[in-house]
Structure formats: structure tokens, C-alpha cells
């Protein structure tokens, strides 16, 4: 069975008590902890570095997954392995040799993913689908958190599970982007392994029955 797994995004945490946020949050229920690096060149918003990496490292035990928005990837990745990640994804659009970007994260032994923007081309994929761990399919233009879910990725998403199931490869789906209780269904539905939500998680009452409700509906999505 493929697995399902929710990492919440900290990008939409209150940044005045991080540290409690990340415990609150992996009490719920959370797999994995996502966050998310912005250049403000790469995408128009400014977000972390290695040292906010580096903090959450000590304070939780969950996978890091690092979502590397810049420009130059290949230049800051040793520092965010050094840091404490344990999964990092790069963009197509931002990488000149993501095969070798690819590689020096496996080398490091982290998981690597390749992410692509909503109106990105899975042909891009062509020649490294086999080679990563995780596609990171984004459903908003990257930058600002709270964002609307773009429908037409939903058909991205399906025709990326269908190439995956019949290449007979164990490459996983993560989304990311206008994840919440009214279109984590559908998102399921289609074919995702790991959700990733922000304001959704951070911006309820109560992070253990956000988790729980997500999967409840992620259990029953067809």
C-alpha cells in the first residue's frame, strides 16, 4: 500500500513559539516536518535558511523535508544537509544539471525530490523519474502560503501516478499548496503520498483533529 503521510508546513507557524509549535504538531500526529526555503529571486517572498533548519533539527525527531525555492540550489544544499534535513527538494526551473543536483543529495544519503511549479511539464521528468525519491508537484504558484488550490493540477497529478505505476517505480507524489478539508479528497483521490498543509494545520484550533480529519478523508478517497 502506498503510504500517506502529512508534514506540516512551518512557513504558517507562529515563529514566536516555534519550538512549541513543532512539539504540538508531532504530538498530533504529524510524519514529517516541511519547510520551506524562499530566495526572493527564485520566488517573490523571503523565508529561512540553514540556522531555522538547524533549530528545528533540535527539537524534533521527524524527517525534515526541506523545500529548496532558490536560485543556485546546488550552492546552499551542503549547508542544508549539514543542518539537519533529511529529504530536500529542488525545482527544475531553478537547477542548469538536475541530474547532478540530484546526486549530491543521494550521495549525502538524504531522499531527493525534483519539485515543479503548477504550469511546469512532467516531461521534464523524462530521464530522472527513476533516480528520486519524491515528485514535489506544487498546486499554487510558490511563494505566499495560504494560497487557492490550482484545479488543472489535479490532472497533473493523476497522468504523474499513472507514468509512476507503469514505469513499476516506488517514486512518491508530494503536493503542496491549497491543502485543506475541502480539497484533501480529491488531492488523495488522485494519486498524492504526501500532503503538505500550512495555514490549514497551523491556522486551527485544534492540530490533532486537523491531522485526524485529514486522514479520515484521505482514507476514504477513491
Not at 49 to 66: E, S, W, Y
Amino acid at each position: 500500500m502506498d503510504p500517506k503521510l502529512i508534514a506540516p508546513s512551518i512557513l504558517a507557524a507562529d515563529f514566536t513559539k516555534l519550538g512549541a509549535e513543532l512539539n504540538t504538531v508531532e504530538r498530533a500526529g504529524a510524519d514529517a516536518i516541511h519547510i520551506d526555503i524562499m530566495d526572493g529571486h527564485f520566488v517573490p517572498n523571503f523565508s529561512m535558511g540553514p540556522d531555522i533548519v538547524k533549530a528545528v533539527r533540535g527539537v524534533t525527531t521527524l524527517p525534515l523535508d526541506v523545500h529548496l525555492m532558490i536560485t543556485n540550489p546546488d550552492q546552499y544544499i551542503p549547508y542544508f544537509i549539514k543542518a539537519g534535513a533529511d529529504w530536500i527538494s529542488v525545482h527544475v526551473e531553478a537547477s542548469r544539471h538536475i541530474d547532478r543536483t540530484v546526486r549530491a543529495i543521494k550521495t549525502a544519503d538524504l531522499k531527493a525530490g525534483v519539485a515543479l511549479n503548477p504550469s511546469t511539464s512532467l516531461s521534464t521528468l523524462d530521464w530522472m523519474l527513476d533516480q528520486v525519491d519524491y515528485v514535489l508537484i506544487l498546486g499554487v504558484n510558490t511563494g505566499f502560503g495560504g494560497q487557492q488550490f490550482i484545479p488543472y493540477t489535479l490532472e497533473k497529478i493523476r497522468l504523474l501516478r499513472t507514468i509512476i505505476r507503469g514505469k513499476n517505480l516506488s517514486t512518491l507524489i508530494e503536493t503542496d499548496g491549497g491543502i485543506n478539508e475541502s480539497t484533501i479528497q480529491e488531492i488523495a483521490a488522485a494519486g498524492v503520498n504526501i500532503f503538505v498543509a500550512g495555514s490549514s494545520i497551523f491556522g486551527s484550533q485544534d492540530y490533532e483533529v486537523t491531522i485526524k480529519n485529514f486522514r479520515n478523508i484521505i482514507s476514504v478517497a477513491k
